[in-house]
């Protein structure tokens, strides 16, 4: 083992990570009191982002450009980073790093409306197979992310842009771009709920210089108008108006849930949103997984999943649901339930994010929560074994330092034995 480096693996995981990506980005360094999870999602971006076979470059821009969707402005500024030379562009060092110039005008592509995302579909639909994916700002590479962008902010309605990529690329590069933009989705909700996740000193560095491109990054607009939906809802009415295509847009549903399923199930987590003013909750299927539930038993109000809580864990975590709701923000906790299945007592760790509207004051709220049952279980055990390590090496300590008392006991027992046999002794008596 190198010096410093700890024996759970965590030196060398970081090591892997900044060597990759030439610099430590701070996402992998969030949720301290849980590392394996972060190393579970570093197996997710090397699958379906950096060993992706797609080219690195495009890949990288893609990552920047879904990014101005996400209100949280980490995963663009360090995206851009990787863009423009500070890191490694999707992991790879030997892609040559993007102008400030070619990233502003990345950052400033507008969204499509009706009439120019027809156009881009129907381009997209008559193009011959790609042999290679197109290279930066192409007209091919603007109708892909157009209609990649679809498929990412609302996949309900992104039928017909799934089969117009899926016809451009071919089926197998599609589904590489589906896993792609799983990660991406992945990556903004974990930058959501670690809301002290910082930007690293170099990009301060950088838009400290760069005023307009730190007035890019910045930028909320577009993450804002995609999450109220209008722009896209404006978008896909118009084009529904011509296509007729909700049957197709129910299928996309449909298929895209399943491929979540797929990822959550991968990655042993569950998915669920909540309307506390509805008191209605939509649960992810490996839900049932998780929690143990009953064939049949689904639970679809905030109610029915504090059943399942422990007794003593109850008032708690209520206690600790209600304050959330009340003042926004995020809340980290761990609880036990019991599985319905089984009755058996397991231990949850869960990740949740208030959201609330600035207008309305609508509150929404969104999670993930996994099984940490065997986790717990095992660092109690080497809790429990480096106790006893101690004691054995606290008595081991204690006979090492009077290696000679036996030896020693002997010699005083002689020396009394002498003493008493001794002549003036024997004439005495």
Avoid at 388 to 406: C, G, I, S, V, Y
Wanted: hydrophobic share 40%; aromatic share 6%; charged share 30%.
């Amino acid at each position: 083992m190198r010096k410093g480096e700890r024996a759970d693996g965590k030196a060398s995981f970081t090591d892997e990570v900044a060597s990759r990506f030439g610099v430590l980005p701070n996402f992998f360094c969030s949720a301290p009191a849980m590392d394996g999870l972060v190393q579970e999602l570093w197996k997710f971006a090397k699958a379906a982002y950096l060993d992706s076979p797609l080219p690195s470059l495009f890949k990288e821009r893609l990552f920047v450009h879904l990014s101005r969707f996400c209100e949280v402005r980490y995963c663009i500024v360090r995206h851009v980073g990787f863009l423009i030379g500070h890191g490694h562009a999707a992991g790879d060092a030997s892609v040559l790093p993007q102008t400030i110039a070619e990233v502003r005008r990345l950052l400033q592509r507008p969204l499509p409306d009706g009439k120019r995302l027809a156009q881009c579909l129907g381009r997209l639909e008559t193009e011959q197979p790609l042999v290679e994916m197109p290279g930066p700002e192409t007209q091919v590479e603007g109708d892909l992310f157009d209609a990649l962008t679809v498929i990412f902010v609302d996949p309900r309605q992104a039928e017909r842009a799934r089969r117009a990529v899926a016809c451009a690329v071919g089926e197998i590069r599609f589904e590489i771009l589906t896993a792609f933009l799983a990660f991406v989705r992945t990556a903004h909700f974990w930058t959501e709920t670690q809301p002290t996740l910082a930007i690293e000193p170099d990009m301060l560095a950088v838009m400290s210089r760069e005023a307009e491109l730190a007035r890019l990054l910045l930028d909320v607009t577009a993450a804002q108008h995609v999450k109220a939906g209008e722009a896209l809802r404006r978008t896909l009415a118009e084009l529904r108006a011509t296509q007729g295509d909700r049957a197709r847009a129910e299928e996309a549903l449909r298929i895209t849930e399943e491929r979540l399923t797929v990822v959550l199930r991968a990655v042993r987590m569950a998915y669920w949103e909540w309307d506390p003013a509805t008191d209605t909750v939509n649960v992810s299927d490996t839900m049932d997984e998780v929690l143990g539930l009953l064939p049949g038993q689904k639970f679809r109000t905030s109610a029915q999943g504090f059943e399942l809580l422990h007794p003593e864990d109850l008032p708690e975590h209520r206690k600790r649901v209600g304050a959330a709701v009340e003042e926004g923000g995020t809340w980290p906790a761990q609880f036990r339930v019991v599985r319905p299945c089984d009755r058996k007592v397991i231990w949850l760790e869960e990740r949740a994010h208030v959201t609330r509207d600035l207008k309305s004051g609508q509150v929404s709220v969104a999670a993930l929560v996994w099984d940490v049952t065997e986790r717990n279980l095992l660092e109690s055990a080497l809790q429990q074994g480096d106790r006893k390590k101690d004691e054995f090496l606290a008595t081991l300590a204690h006979e090492l330092r009077n290696p000679l008392a036996p030896l020693r006991n002997g010699l005083q027992i002689a020396r009394l034995t002498t003493k008493a046999d001794s002549p003036s002794n024997v004439r005495s008596r």
